[in-house]
């Protein structure tokens, strides 16, 4: 009897839900030169007292980057799969117009 008193008064849930910040991982497997790289791009902030890595923000798409000397990365902010594509190979196009 109290099963049925408590299938009663429960409202059935249909959340509903928008992905808004996707979290991607990447490995370039080349060491990174963090200074150098922020010297080169004001958007890119390297404060290694504070965290040890850089931080490169995107506007369009509109993404953080995080970068670290070994060579990982990781976007966050992206809403899309296409945006993490596009926000990871800003980083690459970034990095090889540094090494040139």
Known sequence: MVKK????NTKI??????????VAS??????????GLASVSHD???EPEQFPGAILKLYNPKSA?????NGKIICTGA???A??????????????????
């Open 65 to 69: 980057i995080l970068l670290f000397k």
């Open 44 to 46: 890119i902030d390297y």
């Open 79 to 81: 809403s899309t799969t």
């Open 13 to 22: 849930l249909k959340p509903t839900y928008k992905i808004v910040n996707i």
């Open 83 to 100: 945006d993490v594509r596009k926000s990871v190979y800003r980083v690459v196009e970034l990095i090889r117009k540094y090494k040139k």
């Open 5 to 8: 008193e408590i299938k009663k």
């Open 26 to 35: 990447a490995n370039l497997e080349k060491e990174l030169d963090l200074y």
